[in-house]
């Protein structure tokens, strides 16, 4: 299990480090953190959709917690605010790594990987 979290995010850091990524511009994201989202995916999700949420995560904040976009997307998996609502008290907490995964585990539960689908089709 080690050895593939530490396969998966050495790929994940090398694709958001790299020129086309989409989410670069967050920044300020150390390798610690990037471990510790990856610890976190793979207590909600297993193999390809643990990899693939990681991917989703790199391209929609640059793994970084507290990305916030211009069109109001929050967190690591950049949850729009309409599900503010719906996530109750686990809103206030979107812009913790855990908060961060479970509120995209909420989603994909309520949506699949539909949610995720206007940047993410490359994951």
Known sequence: MKLIVATVLAALIAAASSAGAMADNYGGVTAAEKQRVTREV??????WEARRMLCIIGRESGFNKLARSRTNDHGLAQANIIWARPMGATWEKRYTIKGGIEIA????????WQAWAGGSHRC
């Open 42 to 47: 793979y207590r909600y999700w297993t193999g």
């Open 105 to 112: 585990y909420r989603i994909y539960r309520s949506q699949g």
